[in-house]
């Protein structure tokens, strides 16, 4: 009889990819398959010709561009030596999700089911394309997909003998058991923060934990949004990096939200355990020391603060032990209650922490040891780096927007990464920051003699002004940056340092500011501002000087 294996490798950036990967792991296992879900890069890529049955689900970032957790598989499967049927035995699903107000809507995966099939590989189905933008999100397309998908491999790979599908109702078993230990044990304090290994480059399962030195509110008072220019102490990390390098940092939950969820599970956040995977093949979470307190958990790797998705009601309702709540959750995880769960979650932006409020009785019911199947982990922010190793050795500095807005909810939203950070006094204490580095996708002209038109509106200025400070040291004019904001008076970020690069001839410098005209300017050019009318008039100047033009990414008419 064939062996009944199935692997689910997923690309994920937000979560999205991954949770609807463990989604298909939990259905795998309900059909009684054996089944592993790992990350594409966490997988040995040349153990795929020994595969029989995969299913990649992967997300499209950026414009068109692969997760960071497949960039490494990306690379190898586009190799050009590799065999056109060296994949013949493979039979093989794509499931993609992105956003078709996206040029290059679900390009990943198009990308991929048409590469495995260059290679051999037998597809079961067309490739699926999941759309955010549709009414009901992805799973208008997931779930009719992974029904067919099922009916096709059951066709292929047959129940045993006398077992049936598992029914839904039966809760599936944790990834992880929670052994608490004695109350008099101790805990070895670090955890994220412990010391890297010496000449070890700083990344996501070693961050380096960066000192903060100011923090700095770059908007007046009386402006509606709080800006930061906030600089870290890199001193001894071994982080190199460049203009349009890209700043990683490690958020975490605030104090007064890992107490409210502690007191609603009831858990105690001073007790120490250990965790143990349930799955022999599996590994512990790569985060998380060993052993470890509940209140570690839930500041530095429970997301408590984001919008909870379909899998979190789902998972919810089997523990509640109240039949209307029961009901309740049951609704929000069936395909039918998906356009009511966005009223409740999506729309208004609540967070898992304030959902977890609404369904009181569940809540208390839920077991420990489920906490790391219910809730995701918290993700590292990506923030453009603003500052130049030639002009501030030793240290990063980023401008950040500190997110907070309104919906129907009565508490305004606030960003968890940007909120954290803005709350970081040096005055008031030594703070330290997890982050590292990676590549950014804006790339600066190899030549420095190579005149630069920049177009930075808001915190978009932020790779700019690092581009900047690069080439002042190395001594290079044929700067030219545009800058736009709502007001001169208010946040006109970095106004001294940009006048004062003028005065030395360093910088040409236009200005938009949309609310100190009468006729105001949007990024596409269409109005009459004076800074707007003079790029369009330098435009054949740059092209005849071969000169080079940066902007921040796609960007739509920005609100004024």
């Known amino acids: 009889m064939v062996e009944r294996k199935l692997l689910v490798l ?8 991954q949770d609807t990967a463990e989604r298909i792991g939990r259905e795998a296992k309900r059909r009684h398959f054996q089944c592993r879900v790992e990350a594409l890069d966490s997988y040995d890529v040349a153990n795929l010709i020994n595969e029989l049955l995969v ?21 190898f499967l586009f190799r050009k030596n590799l065999p056109p049927g060296s994949l013949c035995q493979l039979d093989y699903a794509v499931l993609g999700l992105g956003d078709s107000s996206y040029p290059k809507f679900n390009f990943v995966a198009k990308k991929l089911h048409k590469r495995v099939l260059q290679l051999g590989g037998n597809p079961l189905l067309p490739v699926a394309l999941g759309d955010d933008q549709h009414d009901l999100g992805p799973d208008a397309v997931v779930d009719p997909w992974l029904l067919a998908l099922w009916d096709k491999i059951l066709a292929l790979y047959p129940l045993p003998p006398g077992l049936e599908i598992i029914s839904p109702d039966v809760r599936p078993p944790p990834k992880y058991t929670l052994h608490y230990l004695a109350e008099d044990s101790p805990y070895p304090n670090g955890g994220l923060l412990q010391p890297i290994a010496p000449r070890a480059v700083p990344s996501e399962l070693h961050p380096f934990a960066a000192r ?3 923090n700095q509110r770059v908007t007046a008072e009386s402006h509606f949004q709080d800006v930061r220019l906030i600089e870290f102490d890199v001193t001894g990390s071994g982080i190199m990096f460049s203009a349009g390098d890209v700043v990683m940092i490690q958020p975490q939950n605030c104090p007064e939200d890992v107490q409210q969820f502690c007191q609603l599970l009831r858990l105690d956040p001073d007790r120490c355990f250990v965790l143990k995977p349930t799955d022999p093949d599996a590994s512990l979470p790569a985060l998380l020391p060993q052993p470890c307190t509940i209140r570690h958990l839930v500041t530095h790797y429970l997301d408590i603060s984001c919008v909870p998705r379909r899998s979190f009601f789902e998972l919810l309702s089997y523990f509640s032990t109240n039949e209307l709540e029961r009901e309740k959750l049951q609704e929000f995880s069936s395909a039918q209650g998906q356009e009511e769960l966005y009223s409740y979650c999506n ?5 898992t922490l304030e959902a977890l409020w609404d369904f009181p009785h569940t809540t208390c019911a839920i077991p420990p ?15 453009s780096i603003a500052s130049s190793m030639l002009a501030h050795p030793d240290r990063i500095q980023i401008l950040m927007a500190v997110v907070r807005y309104k919906t129907q909810l009565s508490k305004p939203r606030r960003g968890l990464c940007s909120t954290w950070l803005a709350s970081l006094n040096p005055e008031q204490g030594d ?6 580095v990676k590549k950014g996708g804006m ?15 808001g915190t978009g200025v932020a790779p700019f002004r690092a581009a900047i400070q690069e080439r002042v040291a190395q001594g290079r004019r044929g700067n030219c940056l545009f800058f736009g904001c709502r007001q001169k008076s208010k946040d006109f970020y970095c106004q001294a340092e940009w006048e004062e690069l003028v005065t030395k001839g360093f910088l040409t410098l236009f200005t938009a500011f949309s609310r100190d005209q009468e006729c105001q300017a949007d990024a596409s050019g269409s109005g009459r501002s004076p800074a707007v009318g003079v790029a369009a008039g330098r435009w054949p100047v740059t092209l005849r000087s071969r000169g080079a033009f940066n902007s921040p990414g796609t960007v739509p008419a920005l609100p004024v």
Request: aromatic share 12%; charged share 20%; with cysteine.
């Open 10 to 17: 997923f690309g994920s950036q937000t979560g999205t990819a």
């Open 55 to 75: 299913i990649f689900v992967c997300a499209t970032t950026g414009q068109g561009d692969p997760p960071d957790n497949m960039k490494m598989f990306w690379r």
């Open 212 to 214: 903060v030195v100011s």
């Open 347 to 351: 729309r208004p932006r609540r967070t």
């Open 369 to 383: 040891e489920y906490l790391l199947d219910l809730i995701p982990r918290i993700r590292p922010r990506a923030f």
């Open 431 to 436: 703070f330290r920051v997890p982050l590292w």
């Open 443 to 457: 790339k600066f002209p190899a030549d420095p003699d190579t005149p630069v038109i920049m177009i930075g509106p």
